[in-house]
C-alpha cells in the first residue's frame, strides 16, 4: 500500500499525488494537519514532518518529489 503523508497547500505534495495518479497507482492520503496520529507516523518513519513522505511497503519511504526514487520504490515492492 503507498501512502503519501502531506497537508493541504503543499505544492510538492500535490505534484507526488498527481505522478501517482499518472502512473495509476493507488494511494492513500494523510493529512498531517488533520491528525495527530498521521503527523506521528510520518515523523516516526522520516524523522521529520517534512512532506511529502511518499511510502511504498511501510519502511522506505521518499521524501519529496523524487521521480527516481519513486519508481525504484514501485518497482521493488
Known sequence: ?????????????????NY???RGVEYEVHDIELNAEDAAECQRISGDLTVP???????????????KKIDELLASA
Do not use: H, R
Open 53 to 67: 513522505v511518499t511510502t511504498i511497503d511501510g519502511k522506505n519511504y521518499v521524501l519529496g518529489f523524487d521521480k
Open 1 to 17: 500500500m503507498v501512502k503519501v503523508y502531506s497537508f493541504e497547500g503543499c505544492p510538492w505534495c500535490v505534484k507526488v499525488k
Open 20 to 22: 501517482l495518479k499518472a
